[in-house]
């Protein structure tokens, strides 16, 4: 099938869900599914979206913007990891732990508000990532639209632009946990530092950053394309990353990478 018949697949697939709750982080998965499963449900779809530290205020304000403008009622859950039993550890399951405690609370509201199924925006391409969250999905017969349509990232971004949808180019996100090498303890003050750290770069243009924390070590991954901007940066980056918190900064050879932390499970 093409992309079309693919969104054609996931319309009548949502449709026969009846109601659906959409976890909602305004990236561009999710934002896709929101908008399709409402223009097809009306009223009967919902987006609930999570609020902690790992959450950046910026992707709180799109996701509340997003809805507001859709006319979608939004729900805002206060899902706190590092009170999780476990996740300051970073253990290699973390984003299961996460997952599975937060989906639990959308299954609750879910249920509070008559919506007979929560749904959530993993695509194709993440079935070939270590994704230990999905085991949360599927244990918890969370829904997975786009998946079941086939949908791949390219496809959904292609049909976003066709929609019209502001997400259609928006850089690929991933909450800040995963920011920190397995078994480095997560904390609060951690988590700011590098939350800082990647909004002064995207306040200076970059377009896709991740900045990887290693105990006081800050690892700036940019496209590779962008690395003699990145350069003609480094005094002010140094100075700045450094009031931060971190002693070191460098900068990744390899550029960007998803999920570039999980290379260290491989010989664990």
């Known amino acids: ?11 009548e697939y949502l449709r026969s869900l009846g109601s659906v709750a959409v976890a909602f982080s305004s990236g561009v998965d999710s934002t896709f599914l929101l ?9 009967k779809a919902i987006a609930i979206t999570a609020r902690s530290c790992s959450f950046p205020a910026r992707e709180l304000g799109e996701a509340t913007e997003f809805c507001r403008r859709e006319g979608i ?31 639990t609370k959308i299954l609750d509201i879910a249920r509070e508000k008559g919506i007979r199924y929560v749904a959530e925006g993993s695509n194709m391409d993440d079935n070939g990532d270590y994704r230990p969250g999905l085991q949360a999905v599927a244990e918890l017969e969370v829904k997975s639209p786009l998946r079941h349509a086939e949908l791949t990232k390219a496809e959904i971004r292609a049909l976003s632009r066709e929609m019209g ?37 995207l306040d200076l243009g970059f377009r896709q950053v991740r900045v990887r924390i290693h105990d006081k ?43 570039s932390m999980n290379k260290t499970l491989e010989n664990g």
């Open 35 to 43: 908008k399709v499963a409402h223009d097809v449900l009306g009223d």
């Open 73 to 103: 009622e939004q729900i805002i859950v206060d899902s706190e990891e590092l009170e999780i039993d476990g996740f300051r550890q970073n253990p290699r399951n973390r984003c299961y732990l996460c997952k599975k405690e937060l989906f």
């Open 217 to 259: 070590l800050a690892r700036i991954e940019v496209e590779p394309e962008e690395f003699a901007k990145l350069l003609s940066h480094a005094a002010e980056l140094n100075e700045y990353l450094r009031s931060l918190g971190f002693l070191y900064v460098t900068m990744d050879l390899a550029g960007y990478q998803m999920g």
């Open 165 to 201: 949808l502001p997400t259609w180019e928006k850089p690929s996100f991933a909450c800040l946990a995963s920011r920190f090498v397995y078994g480095e303890l997560i904390t609060e003050e951690k988590l700011a530092m590098v939350d800082a750290a990647e909004q002064r770069l």
């Open 1 to 11: 099938m093409n992309a079309n018949e693919k969104k054609i697949a996931l319309e």
